[in-house]
């Protein structure tokens, strides 16, 4: 079974500034999907953003980009240019590719605080 | 819809109480999920459908919580005889196909069982 691990329960970050979130997962699998979903208060999980394993290119997407070490089974977050809006639970989640019945495995989440 | 909704976005009862949590997906999503998502822990799945069929229904906590759904479309999450340890958010998530990689959250039913 996959598990994925979220090693820091909560984390403060000075507006304007970069912080990088930790993920770790352990699985047998080859080809699967890694995610970051954002839980705002409002509770809706927003996908931030997505990493297909068989791509060596690490995502990017605006301030959001993620350092994808395949062996090491990591895949941490980093946020550049914080902004109060980024005030959320941040989870990191797991899914196998084209094999059924797999749903998202989901760590239990960063809570960050963007402070002014 | 423009998105997943969820109702009741907040729901109260006694212990003993059955609940219903409802979900209307995106329109045209054929796949639908449900997670529970308890205090300090990340998200649990339960139970996925494929048009209105739940192929397993293995990841149900208990033979207390069933779900059904009906014409493709709204599904209910119903617990009967509630317990303390069922109050969490119940999410409700859905996309075009089953596993596809991405899915649409819904805002999340809070219940809390007094």
């Known amino acids: 079974a996959q598990t994925v691990t979220q090693s820091q329960p909560e984390m403060s970050v000075q507006e304007a500034e970069t912080v990088t979130l930790s993920c770790t997962y352990d699985?047998?699998?080859?080809?699967?999907?890694l995610f970051w979903y954002k839980q705002p208060p409002s509770r809706q999980m927003i996908l931030v953003i997505r990493?297909?394993?068989?791509?060596?290119q690490n995502a990017t997407e605006n301030r959001f980009s993620v350092n994808f070490q395949k062996a090491a089974k990591s895949f941490s977050l980093k946020i550049s240019d914080s902004q109060l809006g980024d005030t959320a639970m941040y989870f990191c989640?797991?899914?196998?590719?084209?094999?059924?019945?797999?749903?998202?495995?989901f760590g239990k989440g960063t809570r960050l605080s963007v402070i002014a | 819809g423009a998105g997943v909704s969820q109702s009741p976005s907040n729901k109260v009862t006694e212990k003993g109480k059955d609940v219903e949590l409802r979900c209307d997906p995106i329109?045209?999503?054929?796949?639908l999920y449900w997670y529970r998502q308890s205090l300090g822990q990340g998200l649990e799945f339960l139970i996925y459908?494929?048009?209105?069929?739940?192929?397993?229904k293995s990841g149900l906590p208990s033979d207390r919580f069933s779900a059904e759904r009906t014409g493709g479309s709204v599904s209910t999450l119903t617990i009967q005889r509630t317990q303390q340890e069922d109050s969490a958010v119940y999410l409700c998530?859905?996309?075009?196909?089953?596993?596809?990689?991405?899915?649409?959250f819904g805002p999340g039913t809070r219940l809390l069982v007094l």
């Open positions: 998530a859905s996309s075009l196909e089953l596993w596809e990689e991405t899915q649409y």
């Open positions: 699985t047998s699998e080859n080809n699967y999907y």
């Open positions: 990493q297909e394993a068989y791509k060596q």
């Open positions: 989640a797991f899914m196998k590719l084209n094999s059924g019945n797999t749903p998202l495995v």
């Open positions: 329109s045209g999503h054929t796949a």
């Open positions: 459908f494929q048009g209105n069929s739940a192929p397993d």
